[in-house]
């Protein structure tokens, strides 16, 4: 069985990869001639989610997600102390990549001065830069793409009578179809630690709270509503 220090370098590998990709794919945007689009984006990250779950799956769980860690810690499926290291090494991971993103894309300085490094952000008029979606829409609409991630990740990968040899593909999948809706909304983040590491490197906190908040509140929603109703057994 792997021990603790594999299971959070494995973390720490993944939510770096999923940061570096998926909000390197965002910094694209800033590259003149980039083809790069939001189909381009959502496969970046759920892409990069599908190979890190089936790399790190059978030695940590592949978590990736500070919300998706909290969930499985209120419904007893993991213990305190993991659960704490995984945060770290998540967060950890996310900072790192963040931050050699900030190196990588510095001869284009619309990576930081618009996109900000890939942080999530709500929508915002492209003239004025008023904010067009509330707080509480963004922590709505976060809540909601969580919980249907969460559900997923429930259903496919921790109840081990669904699809668990495929649960990568799944989970990925699911990955791109929230971003689908709610990218160009709140940037759909569904993961603390993809929003965190961003936000540091690039000083970018529009409703940060709500990238922290809705995750955790949507993924430990779904968490008890697939193991105390829609996934009970007699």
Known sequence: MPNTAQKCAAEFIATFALVFIGSGAICLLAVPGSPQNLIGIGLAHGLTITAMIAAIGHISGAHINPAVTIALLVVIKIEA?????????????????AFLLKEIFSPFPEAMNTFHLGSTTPLADAKTHAQLISPMMNFTIETILTFLLGLVIF???????????????????TVVLDIMMGGPLTGASMNPARSFGPALASGTYIDHWVYWAGPIVGATLAALVYTHFVGKTE
């Open 81 to 97: 102390p993991l659960a704490i290291a995984y945060i770290i090494a998540q967060l950890a991971g996310a900072v790192v990549a």
């Open 155 to 173: 259903g496919s990968a921790v109840d081990k009578r669904g699809p668990n040899s495929i649960c990568a593909l799944i989970i990925g999948a």
